[in-house]
Nanobody, 130 residues
Framework: QVQLVESGGGLVQAGDSLRLSCAAS????????MGWFRQAPGKEREFAAA????????YFADSVKGRFTISRDNANNTVHLQMNNLKPEDTAVYYC???????????????????????WGQGTQVTVSS
């Protein structure tokens, strides 16, 4: 049974940092591209960041570029999202997701498509106060 378990969310002030973690089990982790998506109240779930199998390539939504970094530890089946200089508009539930895509598909933009991901975590709340 595949499980993705997020942690690290919380309530912070604008300008603060948070580090989200996602622990994966039940899958061959190093064969999956990994992504972070977020969903604010009343809005659709949107892409935030993604990382390829080896961690050699990372991708970010324009809204978080320069503030967020994504990394993975294939030895420990974890992926992290470091969020710096947080803004109130970053408030959302953050979801970790795993994608078993071909290299061509993932690098061709599949990393940002929700329906291309096979497994999802339950989400962790991030609230940024002004």
């Amino acid at each position: 049974q595949v499980q993705l378990v997020e942690s690290g969310g919380g309530l912070v002030q604008a300008g603060d940092s948070l580090r989200l973690s996602c622990a994966a089990s039940g899958l061959n982790f190093k064969r999956y591209g990994m992504g972070w998506f977020r969903q604010a109240p009343g809005k659709e779930r949107e892409f935030a960041a993604a990382i390829t199998w080896t961690g050699g390539d990372t991708y970010f939504a324009d809204s978080v570029k320069g503030r967020f970094t994504i990394s993975r530890d294939n030895a420990n089946n974890t992926v992290h999202l470091q969020m710096n200089n947080l803004k109130p508009e970053d408030t959302a539930v953050y979801y970790c997701a795993a994608a078993y895509q071909s290299v061509v598909e993932f690098l061709g933009g599949g990393y940002r498509e929700r329906n291309k991901y096979d497994y999802w975590g339950q989400g962790t709340q991030v609230t940024v106060s002004s």
